[in-house]
């Protein structure tokens, strides 16, 4: 699972993104380049924020992939250790709700931290990657690559 994660944080493509938000707010493209502070919360909560998109996209995607026997996904990951069905879904959803609560504990840690000329700016860089998850759920539900109305429940 651990270098599924690894190869899930890049292959969700959250990165450009990231450059693009950055760019937006008129903030360094460079993800490795600490704003408003020289604390390394910030390129924890990107790698956070790749995590929790990449179990997100899993879990809304895992009816699609089921059905057409997509390996690709972190509940097919569990399931082909031999991790039962419910157990193997609710181990990923519990995965993906642990690092949402970090998130949001080191978003606020570094909010209250953060200081210097580019300090308006990098919180709203920050509030807006806070806001992908929310945004990437609703482009699932409405853009038809998904199974509509697929009910997880039905796959446990």
């Not at 929790?52 to 895992?62: C, F, K, P, S, V």
Request: with cysteine.
């Amino acid at each position: 699972m651990h270098e599924w994660m690894a190869q899930r944080t890049i292959t969700i493509s959250t990165r450009p993104f990231m450059v693009l938000f950055r760019e937006s707010f008129g903030l360094p493209t460079d993800l490795a380049r600490p704003l408003a502070s020289d604390s390394p919360v910030l390129g924890q909560l990107q790698l956070l924020l790749q995590a929790m998109l990449g179990l997100e996209n899993d879990i809304l995607g895992w009816a699609k992939d089921d059905k057409e026997g997509n390996p690709l996904n972190a509940v097919e990951v569990l399931l082909s250790l031999g991790v039962p069905r419910l157990q193997a879904f609710h181990a990923v959803l519990d995965a993906h709700n642990d690092l949402m609560h970090l998130y949001i504990a080191l978003a606020a840690e570094y909010l209250g931290e953060m200081e210097g000329p580019q300090k308006e700016q990098a919180a709203a860089y920050v509030a807006l990657m806070t806001n992908c998850g929310h945004a990437m759920a609703e482009r699932m539900v409405d853009c038809g690559r998904y199974i509509p109305g697929a009910d997880v429940r039905e796959l446990l």
